[in-house]
Structures are given as C-alpha cells and as structure tokens.
C-alpha cells in the first residue's frame, strides 16, 4: 500500500526510530527527574514532620530571597507537601526545558548539520515530518516526565491531585521549551548556535521569575517557568496557568513550520554570509585555534553570567527587606549583616558552578573535535598533542577564570551602589577569588577524562558537575549524611564572605586541579586518537 | 637509499577486531606508491600508525628515518596528509582552514596557494558547512599541496572529486614526483593509481597480498589473447601455460601465462594469423581476482573476471 503523499508522511517511521535512537536518553533524563522528587518528598517528611519544624522552616524559607529567587514562589509552605513542590519544582522544570531543547534540537537540525536528515528526506518522507516527529517525541517525553513526577511523588505518599498538577505543570513547561527549541533551529545559522538560543531563553526565563517571585510582581508571568510554578500545587491547584503553557506552545510551532517552509535544509533563516579568504594572523598556533572555537560561546556564557551576577546582586537588598520584616526569621538568623553574606555566599556558589559547568563544556569541547574527526588533521601537522589539548584546556581555564570574575564583579558593582560603599566590590571580587580553585578542579577533571577515558569523558563529566550541583543546593536541605559531598570540590571551599578565606584548603584544591590537568595531558599523549 | 616508508608485520587491533594483521609497506623516495584494498582492508588504519595517531599494536615502522610515534611533531613538519574523510569547523571558512592547517605545518607559499585555489577552482570565502564534499576533499588537497613537504600521504585525496578535479589532481601529483617528492595515494580509482603509480601495495584484512610494479605484478599474471586464423590451430590446449581456451570457427580466445607467450606466438605464426589481440591484465582485474578471491573464501561467488 502507497502511503499519501503529504508534508508529514513518514512521521511515524521517524518517530519509532528517533525512539529507538533516545531509548537510554530520555529515560535517564525522566528517571532523574522522577528520582529528585521522590527523595525530596522522602526527606522532606522526614525532616519536618512536626507543625512547629515546618512552621520553623516556612518561616526561614520566608525570609531568604535567595532560596526564593532559586526555588520559587513562598507559596503553600504550610503543608510538607507545598514545601516539596517549593523545593523541587524549580530544578525538574529546567530539568525538563533542557530535555526537551535536547531531544527537539538532536532530531532537527542537529541531525540535518550530520547529513543524516538529508538520507531521510529523500525517502518517502514529508517536508514536515522531521520537525513533527521531533515534536512529537519530545512532547511524548514531556508527557511521560509529567506521569513519572506525579507517579513518584503520590508513591511517596502526598496528595494525588496536587502530585499529577505538580507533573503536568513541569511537563507544560517542557512543551514550551520543545516549541522555543522548534523555532530556534529554524531561526539560528547551525545547530550550535540553535541551542545557545534556547540556553538564553531559558536564562531569561528563570531570571524573571526569579525577580518576580523575590519582589512579587509582575515579570513571574513573562516567564514560562513562572506559569509552570503559577499553578500552586497542593495549595491553590490551579489549572488555568497550564493553558496558557499550551497556548504558547501552539504558537511557537505554529511560528516554526511557517519558518520552516521559508528555509532550505541544513541552513537556518540567519543564513550564513560569506567569510574571510584568508585566515588572521592570529589564527597559527592550536591555541589561535581553541580561542577562535571557544570564542563564540565564551561571549554567550559572559554575558549570561554577567546578567546573572547583576540580578543576584540585586536581590541581596530584597534579603536585608525580608529579613528586616520579618520577626520570626530574626529569631532563628543572626544579625542582618551575616544574613545578607550568607545569601551572598550562596550566590557566589552559584556563579561558581556555572562557571565549572562551562570549564567541563569547553574542555570537552576537544574531545567532541577529536570525536568529529576534526583533531586528525590538526595533529597530522607538526601539533604536538600536549599543545592541542592544552590548548582547549588553557582556553577552558582562563575562560571559567574570568566568567567567575564577571560574576563577582557584577554582583560586588551591583552591591556598591545599593549600599554606596565602593569597597563592596573589592570585597566581593576578593571573596570570588575562593571559589576559584573549585572550578578549576572541574576543569582540571573534565581534562584528565578526556585524556584518560575518551568515550565516556563527556558523561562522567557532566554527571561530576551534576554531583557538585547537587551536593551544594541539595546535601543540607535533605537532611544527606556528611560524607556525601566530601568528593566535591565546592564543599571543601570556605564560604567566603561568611567563612573566612583560609589558604589551606584552596592550595590543595588548585593543587589537585594541577595534577588531574597533568594526568589528563599525559595520558592523551600515551593513547590512540578515539574517533566517534 | 633508506626507505621513505618502512613498516613490517604491523599489527593494531580495535577490542577483538584485528585491523591489521601483519602488514609490509615499502616505500622508496620519490616514487608514487599507490595503497590499494577493499574497504575495511585496513589502508586508514596503516596511514594513521604512520602518522603517529594510532600506535600499533606489533610490528616495525619508520618513517622519513624517525619513529612515527615518538617523533610525530618532527616527522610532521616534513609531510602533508590529506584524510579520507574530510571534516572541518562549520564556522571557518575554505581559505582560513587552508592557511591553518599550513601554518600548522610550517608555512604556506601565498603564491601557490593562490594558484591552487585557482586551478582547482576554489572558493576560499565560504564557510566549510556549506561546502559540498568535494569542495571539503578540496580544501585539504590545496592545503597540503602548497606546503612544501617531503612526503604527501593521500588517503582516498579524490573520493569526492569530478573528473574535471581528478585531472588537475593527477597533474599535480605528477608535479611532485618531478620534483622528486615522495607520495603515499591510497586510491579506490583504480584508473587514477594505473596512471600515477610507480609501485603498488594490495592489502587485504590488514595483510599485503602483492607489492611491486604494475609491470611486476601482471608479469605473474595472465595475458588474455584473442586471435583469427586461415587455419585451426592445433595443439594451443596441450601447450603449457594456456588456460579457458574456448575456440569458435576460426577465432580462438584463451588466457596465457606470461612465460608461455612465447610458445604460443611460435605455433601460431604457422598457421595464418588474420589478426591478434594480446591484452596485458588492468590493475582492475589483478585487483577483482583478488578481491574475488576473498568473496571466494567467504563462500560468495566470485565476480566474473572479463
Ligand atoms: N577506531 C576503530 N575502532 C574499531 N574498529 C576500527 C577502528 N578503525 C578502523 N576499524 C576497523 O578496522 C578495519 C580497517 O579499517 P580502515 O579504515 O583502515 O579500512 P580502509 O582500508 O581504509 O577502508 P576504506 O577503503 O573503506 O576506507 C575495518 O574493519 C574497520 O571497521
Ligand atoms: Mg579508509
């Protein structure tokens, strides 16, 4: 039987074997997903389980912006419940948006950039079809987040209603990223840039809400983010905010297949133009090389962090406010001066592990050359391997540096003019300093398994910077015993500006990051060039 | 001389799988050594463990007098290599890929790098993501052309190219040998290495199966003659070294040892020869009795070898 021919015939073929090629993916995103709410629902009850510890808790939740700014709106912190949705939701919903940026972005253009795409389209396959059965996994990934959520937190025993609005809500702000996603890899000239797109629109998305819910005002509803968590779970369970998840969502793939018909193939509407002829004379070492690859991204991340630094800065004042305000917190926090450098502590933390994320996203960025076939001609020449990989390792070293160093330095300009003290901002830049040798031992890391373990290099990576992240924001809120976090390198940093900077633990950190560079260095120059 | 290119008994396995399988490589200075086998034979494997970026696993190989492993970045400085699979940055463009992997390697000649962009009709402004594959094979072609190395390993260098480019390929490499520079060409074309090759070496599962020159190599093979005479002939099928006779009225075709030429031509001339067609074998069918060989042992019919 001929099937008709339309623009979406072939989407089913092209859906069972994106399927088949996502089958560990998405159920290790949705396992994580599921996984985080469980124990967060298990130790939640099992930490507060009288009225007066979870009076305790909203009361101290209540007064530190910099939980809400992370978490969301203060809302339902009445019941263990509420306070598990506070806790998690924020996490599972990025979570979610960068599961379905993934799975959109790796079944389109990504897929078109290999070639692959192309095979595809001229088997009996419709115009549409790729972008429809990328949606359509993505959206069925969505979906089958939101039943997992829901699943695993009424297992763990909170109500069932408040539990599935609880999924529906993060898998709701999945569909919208999967249709931010679908418009970006029509809009962006490759699928690099196409996925730095979605990385800004989510930025934008949780830094407005995070302003939003710390001043309780309006940017909360230009966000998506901010829709998902509108819905209240276990307290007001409203279901209007899911709507507008939807509408946004039919708009956004609307918007993406009116592009797609104006766009060829493996090109996005921003087409490329024509380059240089010649190359600058900059570009003639392998590190030339790694600066002009890194450069691009570098720029993204900066301006990312920078915004972010501005914005957590900000908030400190609303920290001072809350805390002034409130009479129950000032019985359990001390003074409002330790108040506000503990927020900022937290702050800083944050900005350091964005800036290891980026160390371990750009070191690994020479594995992903190596991996494309693209380190054979270079090493072919008189490179020497040392050179090569060091020089994606200096570029992802000085490039963290500095990222952690905008941040500061935003964070510390933004505080001097709040409090008129210029010398805020050397105070904090020095603070920021701490927080270094944490990020290059992520970096240092990402380089040892790049040299040591090439194929699994990018996952252990990634699941090291996922630990650290978790250990940091997640080992004291659920209550996980004290050898959890001993791996990570951010828990052996003293909380600099509440902790004194002591010199010990930061020269063993940087220390450990030079050696895990210089086995890592070694060890590619000992090994065979790994391809795919 | 020393060899340019010395490897024996190489071995490297991946896991289980034995890409290479003892094989020999000799390649003498300034000479085009053609690197011919079926895919999988294990000719990117070998060009990868003389450039130093897979070590192997057994066996011995020098190259330009170095230790391919131990002495990469020096032994680098004196060759070009231009890889089967061309891949490039997606955001660089042509040119500036060109003048990289040139000044990687030592330096580029603006001047002969204009003329190759030039002869190869190339567009140096454009962003390797928009490149066809031929124009990607070409960018690592004019690279390694204008530079001015000793030896050019050339891994399948014209996969992509049309015959337009094959033809200014083929004049370029016979530049090189003019100048007495050495060239590696791993080629499925086999017209291409018939044309350019001074010597050949047929691998097959990471092993030599023959090396020599073209000349060598069919001096061990048959020689398919056809002729027409006034008169039968009598006697062709109990000669020695004569093989597949098929005689049809007075035309006869068989295949011929090379040493038995002689015999035959002598009982021939005796019997009114009309006309003689005596057809050296092709690189490709010394090539198809191997590869045949192999199907052959694999339990699949072997191609009809004309
Ligand atoms: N990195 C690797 N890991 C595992 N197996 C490999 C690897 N590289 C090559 N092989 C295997 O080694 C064998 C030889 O491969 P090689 O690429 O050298 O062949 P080739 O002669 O260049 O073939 P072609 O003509 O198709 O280019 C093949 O069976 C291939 O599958
Ligand atoms: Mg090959």
Redesign the pocket.
Same mark, same amino acid.
């Given at each position: 039987m001929r099937a008709p021919r339309t623009t979406l015939s072939g989407t089913g073929p092209l859906v069972r074997f994106a399927l088949r090629r996502d089958r560990v993916r998405l159920p290790v995103w949705i396992g994580v997903g599921a996984g985080l709410v469980a124990t967060q629902s298990v130790s939640s009850q099992a930490l507060y389980d009288s009225p007066q510890d979870l009076a305790a808790y909203a009361a101290s939740v209540g007064a530190n912006a910099a939980t809400i700014a992370l978490s969301g709106p203060p809302v339902g912190l009445v019941t263990v419940a509420g306070a598990v949705a506070f806790e998690i939701s924020s996490f599972v919903v990025v979570l979610t948006a960068l599961m379905a940026a993934a799975t959109t972005g790796r079944h389109t253009r990504a897929d078109e950039e290999a070639g692959r795409a192309e095979l595809v389209r001229a088997a009996r396959v419709g115009r549409h079809a790729p972008l429809a059965a990328a949606v359509l996994v993505a959206a069925a990934a969505c979906l089958a987040m939101a039943l997992a959520i829901g699943t695993a937190a009424t297992a763990t025993g909170l109500p069932a209603d408040g539990s599935f609005l609880l999924g529906a809500s993060v898998g709701a702000a999945g569909l919208v990223f999967t249709g931010v996603t679908a418009v970006a890899v029509q809009v962006a000239a490759s699928a690099r840039a196409a996925q730095g797109a979605v990385a800004a629109v989510l930025g934008a998305a949780f830094v407005l809400r995070a302003l939003g819910d710390v001043q309780g005002s309006w940017p909360v509803w230009t966000s998506p983010i901010g829709w998902a968590q509108a819905t209240h779970p276990y307290s007001g369970n409203r279901v209007l905010p899911l709507a507008l998840c939807l509408v946004a969502t039919g708009v956004l793939l609307a918007v993406a297949v009116a592009l797609l018909d104006r766009r060829d193939l493996g090109s996005g509407l921003l087409a490329a133009r024509p380059g240089p002829a010649s190359a600058p004379w900059s570009l003639r070492s392998p590190l030339g090389l790694a600066v002009r690859l890194h450069r691009g991204a570098f720029a993204g991340w900066t301006a990312g962090l920078a915004l972010l630094g501005v914005a957590l800065g900000g908030l400190a004042g609303s920290v001072e406010t809350l805390f002034g305000d409130n009479p129950e917190a000032r019985a359990f926090l001390p003074d409002a001066a330790s108040v506000v450098d503990a927020y900022l502590a937290t702050a800083l933390s944050m900005a350091a592990l964005l800036s290891g994320a980026y160390a371990a996203s750009a070191v690994l960025r020479a594995r992903a050359e190596e991996a494309a076939g693209r380190a054979e001609p270079v090493l072919a020449t008189a490179t020497g391997r040392v050179a090569w990989l060091g020089g994606h390792a200096a570029v992802a070293l000085v490039g963290a540096t500095l990222l952690l160093l905008v941040a500061g330095a935003a964070v510390g300009a933004v505080r001097a003019l709040a409090t008129g003290e210029p010398a805020e901002l050397g105070r904090l830049l020095g603070a920021t300093g701490a927080y270094l040798p944490a990020v290059w031992v992520l970096a240092g890391l990402a380089v040892a398994l790049s040299g040591l373990l090439p194929r699994p290099a990018a996952a252990l990576a990634w699941a090291a910077v996922a630990y650290v992240t978790v250990t940091t924001f997640f080992a004291a809120s659920l209550d996980w015993p004290g050898w959890v976090d001993a791996a990570s390198p951010l828990a052996w940093t003293p909380l600099v500006p509440v902790d004194d900077a002591a010199a010990a633990p930061l020269a063993v950190l940087t220390a450990v990051a030079a050696a895990l560079l210089g086995a890592g260095l070694a060890g590619f120059r000992h090994r065979d060039l790994?391809?795919? | 001389m020393t060899p340019v290119i010395e490897a024996s008994g190489l071995v490297k396995t991946? +896991?289980t #799988?034995r #890409?290479l399988d003892g094989l020999d490589l000799d390649v003498a200075p300034g000479e085009v050594h053609g690197f011919l +086998?079926?895919?999988? #034979?294990?000719?990117? @494997? @070998?060009i990868r463990v003389l450039l130093g970026l897979l070590r192997a696993d057994g066996g011995s190989v020098r190259l330009l007098g170095g230790d391919p492993w131990r002495d990469a970045v020096a032994l680098h400085r004196r060759l070009a290599y231009v890889p +089967?699979d061309v891949t490039l940055w997606p955001g660089v463009t042509g040119g500036e890929a060109i003048d990289l992997l040139g000044r990687l390697q030592g330096g580029v000649d603006p001047a002969r790098r204009a003329e190759l962009l030039e002869r190869f009709d190339l567009d140096p402004r454009k962003r390797a993501r928009t490149y066809s594959k031929g124009n990607r094979q070409k960018v690592a072609l004019v690279a390694a052309l204008a530079s001015d190395a000793e030896l050019f390993v050339l891994?399948?260098p014209t996969s992509g190219l049309d015959p337009l480019m094959e033809a200014v390929f083929q004049e370029e490499v016979r530049a090189l040998r003019a100048q007495g520079r050495t060239v590696l060409l791993?080629s499925?074309v086999l017209a291409e290495a018939e044309n350019l090759c001074d010597r050949l070496t047929i691998?097959r599962r +990471?092993r030599t199966v023959q090396s020599g020159t073209l000349a060598g190599m069919r001096h061990l093979t048959r020689t398919s003659v056809t002729v027409e005479t006034d008169r039968p002939v009598h006697g062709l099928a109990q000669l020695p070294g004569v093989h597949d006779l098929r005689t049809d009225g007075g035309r006869s075709h068989m295949d011929v040892d090379t040493d038995a030429l002689d015999d035959v031509v002598r009982l021939l001339a005796g019997c009114g020869v009309r006309s003689l067609v005596s057809a050296p074998p092709t690189l490709e069918e010394l090539f198809l009795r191997h590869y045949g060989d192999e199907l052959a042992a694999d339990g699949i019919p072997a191609l009809a070898v004309r």
């Open positions: 790994v391809a795919g | 991946f +896991g #799988a #890409a +086998g079926p895919n999988g #034979a294990g000719k990117s @494997t @070998t +089967g891994d399948e791993s499925h691998v +990471g």
